[in-house]
Protein backbone atom coordinates (compact mmCIF):
# COMPACT_ATOMS: atom_id res chain seq x y z
CA UNK A 1 0.00 0.00 0.00
CA UNK A 2 0.85 3.65 -0.99
CA UNK A 3 1.71 4.92 2.92
CA UNK A 4 2.79 8.74 1.85
CA UNK A 5 -1.22 8.58 0.25
CA UNK A 6 -2.47 5.94 3.13
CA UNK A 7 -3.13 7.45 6.79
CA UNK A 8 -0.34 6.75 9.15
CA UNK A 9 -0.10 3.88 11.53
CA UNK A 10 -1.76 4.95 15.05
CA UNK A 11 0.12 6.20 17.79
CA UNK A 12 -0.44 6.01 21.58
CA UNK A 13 -1.54 10.15 21.26
CA UNK A 14 -4.35 8.93 18.64
CA UNK A 15 -7.85 9.60 19.82
CA UNK A 16 -10.42 6.70 19.93
CA UNK A 17 -12.13 7.72 17.19
CA UNK A 18 -8.35 8.32 14.95
CA UNK A 19 -7.71 4.88 16.04
CA UNK A 20 -10.67 3.45 15.24
CA UNK A 21 -11.11 5.13 11.73
CA UNK A 22 -7.32 3.67 11.26
CA UNK A 23 -8.66 -0.17 11.95
CA UNK A 24 -11.83 0.01 10.25
CA UNK A 25 -9.72 1.06 7.13
CA UNK A 26 -6.93 -1.55 7.33
CA UNK A 27 -9.39 -4.61 7.62
CA UNK A 28 -10.80 -3.14 4.31
CA UNK A 29 -7.84 -3.05 2.57
CA UNK A 30 -7.46 -6.80 3.97
CA UNK A 31 -10.79 -7.68 2.85
CA UNK A 32 -9.94 -5.94 -0.73
CA UNK A 33 -6.86 -7.63 -1.27
CA UNK A 34 -8.16 -10.95 -0.41
CA UNK A 35 -10.80 -10.92 -2.34
CA UNK A 36 -9.14 -9.16 -5.55
CA UNK A 37 -6.57 -12.12 -5.12
CA UNK A 38 -9.40 -14.92 -5.03
CA UNK A 39 -11.38 -12.73 -7.80
CA UNK A 40 -8.15 -13.38 -10.38
CA UNK A 41 -8.01 -16.81 -9.16
CA UNK A 42 -11.59 -17.00 -10.11
CA UNK A 43 -11.03 -16.18 -13.48
CA UNK A 44 -8.06 -18.12 -14.11
CA UNK A 45 -8.99 -21.29 -12.66
CA UNK A 46 -12.69 -21.07 -14.53
CA UNK A 47 -10.78 -19.67 -18.43
CA UNK A 48 -8.61 -22.90 -18.37
CA UNK A 49 -11.51 -25.38 -17.63
CA UNK A 50 -10.43 -26.06 -14.18
CA UNK A 51 -13.93 -25.28 -12.75
CA UNK A 52 -16.87 -27.19 -13.73
CA UNK A 53 -18.27 -24.22 -16.26
CA UNK A 54 -16.34 -22.16 -18.42
CA UNK A 55 -17.05 -18.80 -19.38
CA UNK A 56 -20.18 -18.81 -21.74
CA UNK A 57 -18.72 -16.29 -24.17
CA UNK A 58 -16.04 -18.40 -25.44
CA UNK A 59 -18.35 -21.22 -25.42
CA UNK A 60 -17.65 -21.77 -29.31
CA UNK A 61 -14.15 -21.64 -29.21
CA UNK A 62 -13.56 -23.67 -26.07
CA UNK A 63 -16.13 -26.38 -27.33
CA UNK A 64 -14.63 -26.20 -30.78
CA UNK A 65 -18.28 -25.34 -32.38
CA UNK A 66 -18.26 -23.97 -35.93
CA UNK A 67 -18.08 -20.52 -36.02
CA UNK A 68 -18.99 -19.81 -39.57
CA UNK A 69 -18.63 -15.64 -39.34
CA UNK A 70 -15.69 -13.29 -39.07
CA UNK A 71 -17.57 -11.64 -36.32
CA UNK A 72 -17.76 -15.15 -34.24
CA UNK A 73 -14.15 -15.23 -34.11
CA UNK A 74 -13.27 -11.49 -33.41
CA UNK A 75 -16.14 -11.87 -29.98
CA UNK A 76 -14.86 -15.16 -29.02
CA UNK A 77 -10.59 -14.50 -29.64
CA UNK A 78 -11.54 -11.03 -28.28
CA UNK A 79 -12.74 -12.13 -25.40
CA UNK A 80 -10.45 -14.41 -24.69
CA UNK A 81 -8.07 -12.01 -24.96
CA UNK A 82 -10.10 -9.62 -21.97
CA UNK A 83 -10.05 -12.67 -19.87
CA UNK A 84 -5.95 -13.45 -19.94
CA UNK A 85 -5.44 -9.00 -19.40
CA UNK A 86 -8.22 -9.02 -17.07
CA UNK A 87 -6.27 -11.33 -14.85
CA UNK A 88 -2.99 -8.92 -15.09
CA UNK A 89 -5.41 -5.80 -14.25
CA UNK A 90 -6.66 -7.62 -11.10
CA UNK A 91 -3.57 -9.13 -9.80
CA UNK A 92 -0.45 -6.94 -10.67
CA UNK A 93 -1.76 -3.80 -8.77
CA UNK A 94 0.04 -4.23 -5.28
CA UNK A 95 3.08 -4.11 -7.33
CA UNK A 96 2.33 -0.67 -8.86
CA UNK A 97 0.66 0.71 -5.66
CA UNK A 98 3.62 0.00 -3.19
CA UNK A 99 5.74 3.00 -2.80
CA UNK A 100 8.51 0.49 -1.30
CA UNK A 101 8.93 -0.93 -4.87
CA UNK A 102 8.55 2.74 -6.38
CA UNK A 103 11.17 4.11 -4.86
CA UNK A 104 13.39 0.86 -4.01
CA UNK A 105 13.32 -0.44 -7.37
CA UNK A 106 12.35 1.52 -10.25
CA UNK A 107 12.59 -1.03 -12.70
CA UNK A 108 10.10 -3.10 -11.22
CA UNK A 109 7.46 -0.32 -11.05
CA UNK A 110 8.67 0.66 -14.52
CA UNK A 111 8.27 -2.85 -16.56
CA UNK A 112 4.84 -3.85 -14.44
CA UNK A 113 3.94 -0.71 -15.52
CA UNK A 114 4.23 -1.06 -19.36
CA UNK A 115 2.42 -4.11 -18.58
CA UNK A 116 -0.42 -2.89 -17.14
CA UNK A 117 -1.01 0.09 -19.20
CA UNK A 118 -0.83 -3.03 -21.83
CA UNK A 119 -3.07 -4.77 -20.34
CA UNK A 120 -5.43 -2.18 -19.72
CA UNK A 121 -5.53 -0.81 -23.16
CA UNK A 122 -5.68 -4.55 -24.70
CA UNK A 123 -8.33 -5.97 -22.32
CA UNK A 124 -10.52 -2.59 -23.32
CA UNK A 125 -10.59 -3.87 -26.47
CA UNK A 126 -11.58 -7.27 -26.42
CA UNK A 127 -13.97 -6.34 -24.59
CA UNK A 128 -15.14 -3.67 -27.14
CA UNK A 129 -14.81 -6.37 -29.97
CA UNK A 130 -16.96 -8.16 -28.23
CA UNK A 131 -19.65 -5.51 -27.83
CA UNK A 132 -19.06 -4.91 -31.51
CA UNK A 133 -19.14 -7.86 -33.10
CA UNK A 134 -21.44 -9.98 -30.49
CA UNK A 135 -22.88 -7.32 -27.61
CA UNK A 136 -23.19 -7.60 -23.85
CA UNK A 137 -26.14 -9.08 -22.06
CA UNK A 138 -28.51 -6.32 -23.31
CA UNK A 139 -27.95 -3.38 -25.16
CA UNK A 140 -28.21 -0.79 -22.62
CA UNK A 141 -24.91 -2.82 -20.58
CA UNK A 142 -23.09 -2.74 -24.38
CA UNK A 143 -23.41 0.98 -23.86
CA UNK A 144 -22.33 1.20 -20.41
CA UNK A 145 -19.40 -1.36 -20.62
CA UNK A 146 -18.26 0.80 -23.53
CA UNK A 147 -18.42 4.43 -21.83
CA UNK A 148 -16.55 2.33 -18.79
CA UNK A 149 -14.17 0.82 -21.57
CA UNK A 150 -12.90 3.58 -23.08
CA UNK A 151 -12.49 5.58 -19.53
CA UNK A 152 -10.59 2.57 -18.75
CA UNK A 153 -8.07 2.71 -21.93
CA UNK A 154 -7.88 6.18 -21.84
CA UNK A 155 -6.79 6.06 -17.85
CA UNK A 156 -4.27 3.79 -19.00
CA UNK A 157 -2.64 5.87 -21.93
CA UNK A 158 -2.93 8.61 -20.40
CA UNK A 159 -0.69 7.31 -16.76
CA UNK A 160 2.09 5.75 -19.63
CA UNK A 161 2.19 9.07 -21.51
CA UNK A 162 2.81 11.50 -18.27
CA UNK A 163 4.68 8.65 -16.90
CA UNK A 164 7.48 9.01 -19.83
CA UNK A 165 7.24 12.30 -19.83
CA UNK A 166 7.81 12.53 -15.57
CA UNK A 167 4.77 15.04 -15.29
CA UNK A 168 4.39 12.83 -12.16
CA UNK A 169 1.36 14.16 -10.80
CA UNK A 170 -0.80 13.70 -13.13
CA UNK A 171 0.14 10.12 -13.66
CA UNK A 172 -0.37 9.26 -10.38
CA UNK A 173 -3.72 10.98 -11.14
CA UNK A 174 -4.63 8.54 -14.03
CA UNK A 175 -2.93 5.73 -12.30
CA UNK A 176 -5.43 6.20 -9.63
CA UNK A 177 -8.67 6.56 -12.18
CA UNK A 178 -7.21 3.23 -13.63
CA UNK A 179 -7.08 1.29 -10.47
CA UNK A 180 -11.15 2.98 -9.73
CA UNK A 181 -11.75 1.51 -13.26
CA UNK A 182 -10.50 -2.10 -12.83
CA UNK A 183 -11.84 -1.94 -9.27
CA UNK A 184 -15.51 -1.40 -10.98
CA UNK A 185 -15.27 -5.16 -13.09
CA UNK A 186 -15.34 -6.67 -9.43
CA UNK A 187 -17.60 -4.00 -7.56
CA UNK A 188 -20.19 -4.96 -10.02
CA UNK A 189 -20.76 -8.28 -9.06
CA UNK A 190 -20.24 -7.42 -5.66
CA UNK A 191 -23.17 -4.55 -5.97
CA UNK A 192 -25.47 -6.55 -7.25
CA UNK A 193 -25.16 -9.48 -4.37
CA UNK A 194 -25.16 -7.24 -1.72
CA UNK A 195 -28.16 -5.25 -3.06
CA UNK A 196 -30.26 -8.56 -3.84
CA UNK A 197 -29.28 -10.08 -0.03
CA UNK A 198 -29.84 -6.81 1.55
CA UNK A 199 -32.74 -5.43 0.20
CA UNK A 200 -34.40 -8.41 -1.25
CA UNK A 201 -33.91 -7.69 -5.04
CA UNK A 202 -36.03 -4.21 -5.26
CA UNK A 203 -35.71 -2.99 -8.37
CA UNK A 204 -34.40 -6.42 -9.92
CA UNK A 205 -36.44 -7.72 -13.33
CA UNK A 206 -37.47 -11.15 -13.46
CA UNK A 207 -35.21 -13.55 -15.50
CA UNK A 208 -34.31 -12.05 -18.14
CA UNK A 209 -35.93 -8.69 -17.96
CA UNK A 210 -34.12 -5.28 -16.48
CA UNK A 211 -35.77 -3.06 -13.74
CA UNK A 212 -34.60 -0.33 -12.80
CA UNK A 213 -32.05 -1.65 -10.41
CA UNK A 214 -30.44 -3.64 -13.33
CA UNK A 215 -30.41 -0.32 -15.55
CA UNK A 216 -28.56 1.91 -12.54
CA UNK A 217 -26.26 -0.74 -11.70
CA UNK A 218 -25.09 -0.43 -15.33
CA UNK A 219 -23.08 3.05 -14.17
CA UNK A 220 -22.86 2.46 -10.23
CA UNK A 221 -20.19 -0.03 -10.47
CA UNK A 222 -17.93 2.67 -12.01
CA UNK A 223 -18.95 6.36 -11.59
CA UNK A 224 -19.03 6.23 -8.10
CA UNK A 225 -15.33 4.86 -8.40
CA UNK A 226 -14.36 7.77 -10.45
CA UNK A 227 -15.87 10.52 -7.86
CA UNK A 228 -13.62 8.60 -5.07
CA UNK A 229 -10.91 8.82 -6.58
CA UNK A 230 -11.06 12.35 -8.28
CA UNK A 231 -11.63 12.88 -3.93
CA UNK A 232 -8.23 10.96 -3.89
CA UNK A 233 -6.28 12.91 -6.46
CA UNK A 234 -7.24 16.01 -5.11
CA UNK A 235 -6.06 14.80 -1.54
CA UNK A 236 -9.89 16.14 -0.25
CA UNK A 237 -9.60 13.07 2.23
CA UNK A 238 -6.28 14.84 4.35
CA UNK A 239 -8.54 18.10 4.15
CA UNK A 240 -12.02 17.02 5.07
CA UNK A 241 -12.02 18.71 9.12
CA UNK A 242 -15.53 16.98 10.36
CA UNK A 243 -16.97 18.85 13.38
CA UNK A 244 -16.73 16.91 16.17
CA UNK A 245 -20.62 16.28 15.83
CA UNK A 246 -20.29 14.62 12.73
CA UNK A 247 -17.48 12.28 13.84
CA UNK A 248 -19.69 9.42 15.01
CA UNK A 249 -22.07 9.05 12.37
CA UNK A 250 -19.28 9.28 10.03
CA UNK A 251 -17.23 6.24 11.92
CA UNK A 252 -20.60 4.72 12.25
CA UNK A 253 -21.74 5.07 7.99
CA UNK A 254 -17.96 3.88 7.32
CA UNK A 255 -17.86 0.76 9.31
CA UNK A 256 -21.71 0.28 8.26
CA UNK A 257 -19.96 0.70 4.54
CA UNK A 258 -16.80 -1.62 5.44
CA UNK A 259 -19.62 -4.33 6.66
CA UNK A 260 -21.33 -4.91 4.15
CA UNK A 261 -18.20 -4.41 1.55
CA UNK A 262 -17.03 -7.68 3.79
CA UNK A 263 -20.17 -9.26 3.36
CA UNK A 264 -20.73 -8.82 0.33
CA UNK A 265 -17.03 -10.26 -0.39
CA UNK A 266 -17.71 -13.00 1.62
CA UNK A 267 -20.89 -14.05 -0.30
CA UNK A 268 -19.37 -14.06 -3.55
CA UNK A 269 -16.24 -15.72 -3.30
CA UNK A 270 -16.82 -18.16 -0.34
CA UNK A 271 -20.00 -19.49 -0.34
CA UNK A 272 -21.25 -22.06 -2.84
CA UNK A 273 -23.85 -19.65 -3.86
CA UNK A 274 -21.92 -16.73 -4.30
CA UNK A 275 -20.74 -16.18 -8.53
CA UNK A 276 -17.42 -17.18 -8.18
CA UNK A 277 -17.40 -19.46 -4.95
CA UNK A 278 -19.65 -21.27 -6.77
CA UNK A 279 -16.26 -22.16 -9.28
CA UNK A 280 -13.46 -21.53 -6.63
CA UNK A 281 -15.02 -24.19 -3.60
CA UNK A 282 -15.42 -26.77 -6.00
CA UNK A 283 -11.97 -25.98 -7.97
CA UNK A 284 -10.30 -26.47 -4.62
CA UNK A 285 -12.42 -29.55 -3.51
CA UNK A 286 -14.55 -28.41 -1.02
CA UNK A 287 -18.27 -29.13 -2.13
C1 LIG B 1 -10.71 -4.12 -15.72
C2 LIG B 1 -10.73 -5.35 -15.52
C3 LIG B 1 -11.73 -6.28 -16.09
C4 LIG B 1 -11.84 -7.57 -15.70
C5 LIG B 1 -11.02 -8.27 -14.64
C6 LIG B 1 -12.90 -8.16 -16.48
C7 LIG B 1 -13.31 -9.46 -16.35
C8 LIG B 1 -14.38 -10.00 -17.01
C9 LIG B 1 -14.96 -11.29 -16.72
C10 LIG B 1 -14.47 -12.27 -15.66
C11 LIG B 1 -16.01 -11.46 -17.55
C12 LIG B 1 -16.95 -12.66 -17.60
C13 LIG B 1 -18.09 -12.32 -16.68
C14 LIG B 1 -19.15 -13.39 -16.57
O1 LIG B 1 -19.58 -13.97 -17.56
O2 LIG B 1 -19.57 -13.61 -15.45
C15 LIG B 1 -16.10 -10.29 -18.39
C16 LIG B 1 -17.04 -10.09 -19.36
C17 LIG B 1 -17.10 -8.97 -20.13
N1 LIG B 1 -16.36 -7.83 -20.01
FE1 LIG B 1 -14.88 -7.51 -18.70
N2 LIG B 1 -13.42 -7.21 -17.31
C18 LIG B 1 -12.75 -6.03 -17.10
C19 LIG B 1 -12.98 -4.84 -17.74
C20 LIG B 1 -13.86 -4.65 -18.80
C21 LIG B 1 -14.02 -3.43 -19.55
C22 LIG B 1 -13.29 -2.12 -19.26
C23 LIG B 1 -14.91 -3.67 -20.52
C24 LIG B 1 -15.37 -2.71 -21.58
C25 LIG B 1 -14.88 -2.74 -22.77
C26 LIG B 1 -15.35 -5.03 -20.38
C27 LIG B 1 -16.27 -5.66 -21.18
C28 LIG B 1 -16.75 -6.94 -20.97
C29 LIG B 1 -17.83 -7.52 -21.76
C30 LIG B 1 -18.58 -6.88 -22.90
C31 LIG B 1 -18.05 -8.80 -21.22
C32 LIG B 1 -19.10 -9.80 -21.66
C33 LIG B 1 -20.36 -9.45 -20.89
C34 LIG B 1 -21.58 -10.22 -21.33
O3 LIG B 1 -21.49 -11.38 -21.70
O4 LIG B 1 -22.66 -9.63 -21.27
N3 LIG B 1 -14.70 -5.59 -19.32
N4 LIG B 1 -15.10 -9.42 -18.02
Known sequence: MDMRHARAAPTRTDTIEQRLLHRIGHATQVVALVGLLAFGAYIVLRAVGATPKNFDQWRALMEGQAMPTAADWIANLGIGLHFAMGTVLVLAWPILLSSRIRSRHRAVHRWTGRVYVTAGVLAGAGGMSFILTHGAYT???????AVWGAVMMLSAIMAFVHARAKRFDRHRAWAIRLFAMVLGSWVFDLEIRAWKDLTGGIGMGAGATSG???YAILY??????????EG????????????RLFTWPAITAFAVAGGVFAYAVVMVTATASGKYGKHLLQAFGGE
Open 139 to 145: PAASVAF
Open 212 to 214: PFD
Open 220 to 229: LFFVPNLLVA
Open 232 to 243: FIRNLHKRIAWP
